[in-house]
């Protein structure tokens, strides 16, 4: 059973035997896990080294080495950010354009 399109074609035959792949590696992968690994300890949160009792990350922490890396970027763009929906479906627009004119220009 094949479905003809104009960009090529679509067997779900292929896609039942790539799903099947698929779960196959994932349970081989599986169980090549250790089997020594007990509920307990294992899953308390670890912190620099510490063991810490109700630990909590927040997204400034796990994000501040991107931040840091590109913060003169960062500060640019913080210069276009308004708060106000018009400004963004404005930049929404000009980008559409350019990417229309690109496409036409293009093509």
Do not use: N, Q
């Amino acid at each position: 059973m094949t479905l003809l399109t104009g960009y090529g074609f679509w067997s779900p035959l292929v896609w039942l035997a790539g799903a099947a792949g698929a779960t196959f590696l994932a349970l081989l992968l599986w169980s090549r896990g250790r089997r020594d690994y007990r509920r307990g300890e294992g899953e308390l949160p670890f912190l620099s080294g510490e063991k810490a009792e109700g630990a909590h990350v927040g997204a400034g922490h796990l994000y501040w080495g991107f931040v840091e890396g590109l913060r003169p970027y960062v500060e640019r763009l913080r210069a276009f950010h308004t708060g106000f929906l018009g400004d963004y479906v404005a930049w929404l627009v000009v980008v559409l354009a350019l990417v229309f004119l690109i496409v036409l220009v293009g093509g």
